[in-house]
């Protein structure tokens, strides 16, 4: 019998199952996740088309507000600062020149500052070198803080100016119209390097000198704006703008300029202040005054046609977005009736095959498995066929039913192994069972033989004790193969009887408390099994419970029968151990579960007999803290107790020298109805109960030990007087008297039990 588990050994945690997704959601989640992924980039993308175009359409919307006035505010700029010089350089004429410059460029920058006033932070710039433009008119005056420094105050506005128009015609998301786009910005820094020329040649006024800072900047100028024109502007243009650009640079003031300025490199003197440029510049003014016309014309023209095109592309995406979302919004109407059909298609399949895997898991295959198991043929037609299907729902039945083909034949074998090693195992035990009652009568020779030397006698008993349960040990293999316990019972045997005999099965049954009724008995065929069921459970309250404490049985009637109950004072055990326990009392596991719990296969034998007996047995907890098990036998197995004569208990012989040298002799007696309270120390009985007849009297010494018939094995026939206890319950609790020999043995059995206790318990610990 299993080993009973403490409470709190078993406290290994339960891993968490994994969750698993129902088809159905896996189809859904496949047609939603497609279609929602879908939606938001077309969400995105038509959002970022819409930011785009909003985006196109206000940089058009600021440029045609604030684009006029700001170039107009560039060229008014640019015609101040080469007024300024032309006054510090001492020019007939300038100071009045300069106060119309000056009106003008007042007006341009309250116009755009009006105009400007919500605008966002590329115009701070513009409006902050604005702030300063009184102060350095004053300097110019007053002609202090130097000339450079004024025009470089005047370079600086210009350069804010050229920064606005940079960031607003900047379309970097737009291919297209940054490549348009791409002149106007340079054209306007062309434009400035030609009027930086303008200025620093006005600075060196009448006296045409210039100091070598000025002369620098001047051929800075003159080949950035070379540079810019050839690299950045030509290449740059359409068809249209270039050839206005060619009629520009063919003209008569494009080529006076570009001579005046070949000549300032290839002319100018050096003098000690600086340089003194050649004559050829006094027609600088007059060329200046006509191609800049002209360069202004072609930048208008350049940066309207971007406005033109920024506004038409504003619209093109628009239309684009709303093509986008409409062709999105088919598109995915399409994919969801797609999706639906083909899901509900695939379902309605799968629906089908999990009927047919339903009804063969949970019908015809147990069916099967049980007809096998009782060793009956199955036909294959009962068991689903390979159809040959080449779709994947095909393919998954086909290897449903390949499965279950191998699973049926796996049983089949396996039934047949069952079948085999259960008649092999069966005839083992019954061999083995033979060999072992024939030493149980070869025992029971030597101790009617040599019954009367004690120490002897005790050995006797003891090996008698210990192939009693090796016997048990081989009833069990022949349960556990299917076989029967052979039953030589022919009478009905009193409950009192049949727990004595059950007791006797046990090694330590000095330990167990009987109390029963005489006026029940079980019928004759099932005095074996009951007698097996009892003695695996007593067996079990013995070992696994203090070595001297009481294991009792009780036996009563109760409304389903007669009920068993045996209870020790073994350690606790957990609430989920004893179910695990009482499960393993209910089913029959199969040879692989037997294999791993050999050590303990007590549990499945009382099973299997109590499936025999259609008896019910539960393991509890007992109010001592130790085990209860309840057996309940049904009424069937039950009859009454017939009237028999009262039973005289055996009267020791007189004189102790006979005693010493033959056996004593069995007397006949009688029974009578009694209630068994407490097994004393001598052996319960086990065998037959019917009376044995009177033996012939002893002979005489000389003659030797004559062995009279034993049809039935009394209890304390062959023991001393001094072993014999009495069947009355005691009162009084006798003083110890034990021989020191006799206090080893029972220490040595207290520890022996210890040790067997803690051993089955760490086998039962994962």
């Known amino acids: 019998m299993s080993p009973i588990e403490p409470e709190g050994a078993r406290g290994q945690s339960t891993p968490r199952r994994r969750r698993t997704v129902r088809l159905r959601t896996l189809l859904i989640l496949l047609a939603v996740l497609p279609v929602a992924a879908m939606g938001t980039q077309v969400t995105v993308t038509a959002q970022r088309l819409l930011e785009q175009a909003e985006r196109l359409r206000a940089d058009v919307a600021a440029a045609e507000r604030l684009g006029a006035p700001l170039y107009t505010l560039m060229v008014d700029l ?195 202040s600086g340089v003194k440029l050649p004559a050829e510049v006094g027609g600088w003014r007059s060329a200046h005054e006509n191609f800049s016309v ?54 309605r399949r799968l629906h089908v095959l999990h009927e047919r895997t339903v009804t063969v898991a949970e019908e015809t295959l147990p069916d099967v ?32 039913a390949r499965a279950v083909a191998v699973s049926v034949d796996g049983h089949r074998q396996l039934a047949a192994e069952r079948h085999g090693f259960g008649l092999f195992a069966a005839g083992i035990a019954s061999r083995t069972g033979n060999l072992v009652s024939r030493q149980l009568s070869l025992t029971e020779d030597l101790q009617d033989t040599f019954g009367h030397d004690e120490a002897l006698l005790a050995r006797l008993m003891r090996a008698d004790q210990l192939t009693v349960g090796m016997r048990r040990q081989i009833e069990n293999l022949l349960i556990l193969a299917g076989g029967e316990v052979p039953d030589p019972h022919t009478e009905p045997m009193r409950v009192a009887d049949l727990l004595r005999e059950a007791a006797a099965e046990v090694e330590d049954f000095r330990r167990i408390e009987r109390q029963a009724l005489d006026e029940t008995s079980v019928e004759p065929h099932v005095i074996s099994q009951i007698s097996h069921l009892l003695a695996e459970l007593l067996d079990n309250a013995t070992r696994f419970s203090p070595p001297r404490s009481k294991v009792v049985i009780r036996a009563e009637l109760v409304a389903d029968g007669l009920s068993v109950e045996i209870e020790d004072r073994g350690p606790r055990v957990s609430p989920e151990r004893y179910e695990e326990m009482n499960g393993r009392l209910h089913e029959a596991p199969p040879y692989s579960v037997l294999a791993q719990n050999a050590h303990r296969l007590g549990l499945f034998v009382v099973g299997h007999l109590a499936d025999q007996l259609q008896a019910t047995v539960t393991l509890r907890r007992s109010v001592y803290g130790g085990t209860s098990a309840v057996v309940i036998l049904p009424r069937e197995l039950l009859v009454a107790t017939e009237g028999e004569a009262p039973r005289e208990p055996v009267q020791p012989a007189q004189d102790p020298a006979p005693a010493a040298s033959a056996p004593v002799p069995r007397l006949p007696v009688e029974r009578k109805p009694e209630l068994v309270l407490h097994a004393g120390a001598g052996l319960p009985t086990r065998g037959t109960q019917t009376p044995a007849p009177a033996p012939a009297p002893a002979p005489a010494p000389a003659a030797g030990p004559t062995r009279p018939a034993l049809p039935e094995r009394v209890p304390q026939t062959h023991i001393a007087e001094q072993l014999r206890a009495p069947r009355a319950p005691e009162t009084v609790v006798p003083q110890d008297t034990a021989t020191p020999e006799e206090v080893a043995d029972a220490w040595a059995d207290y520890e022996q039990g210890t040790q067997t206790v803690e051993e089955e318990l760490r086998r039962d610990q994962p």
Do not use: C
């Open 369 to 400: 498995v049980a007809r096998l198991q009782r060793g009956q043929t199955v036909d294959d037609a009962a068991l689903p066929a390979v159809r040959g299907d080449r779709d994947e729902v095909g393919r998954v039945s086909d290897a449903f």
């Open 294 to 347: 002209q360069m202004a014309s072609l930048n208008v023209d350049r940066a309207r046609q971007v406005l033109t095109r920024g506004e038409a592309k504003a619209a093109e995406l628009r239309t684009e977005v709303a093509w986008l979302i409409g062709g999105s919004a088919g598109g995915l109407l399409l994919v969801v009736v797609v999706v639906v059909f083909t899901t509900r298609s695939v379902l």
């Open 78 to 272: 640019q015609a101040e600062r080469t007024v300024t010089a032309s006054r510090w350089a001492g020019t007939p004429g300038a100071e009045e020149e300069l106060r119309d410059r000056r009106e003008a460029t007042d007006k341009a920058a309250a116009e755009f500052r009006r105009l400007a006033a919500d605008s966002a932070a590329p115009f701070r710039e513009v409006n902050q070198r604005l702030d300063g433009l009184a102060v350095y008119r004053q300097r110019a005056d007053a002609r202090s803080g130097g000339a450079d420094a004024t025009l470089a105050y005047y370079t600086g506005a210009v350069g804010a100016v050229i920064q606005v128009y940079q960031q607003e015609f900047s379309h970097a998301q737009d291919a297209e119209l940054t490549q348009e786009s791409r002149p106007v910005v340079p054209m306007l820094s062309a434009t400035e390097m030609v009027a930086r020329e303008d200025s620093i040649l006005a600075l060196a006024g009448p006296s045409r000198e210039l100091d070598s800072a000025a002369f620098d900047q001047f051929i800075a100028a003159m080949g950035a704006q070379r540079y810019l024109y050839e690299a950045w502007i030509a290449p740059y243009l359409s068809d249209r703008d270039r050839r206005f650009y060619e009629r520009i640079l063919t003209s008569a003031d494009w080529k006076t300029k570009t001579r005046i300025e070949n000549a300032v490199v290839s002319d100018h003197k050096d003098i000690e």
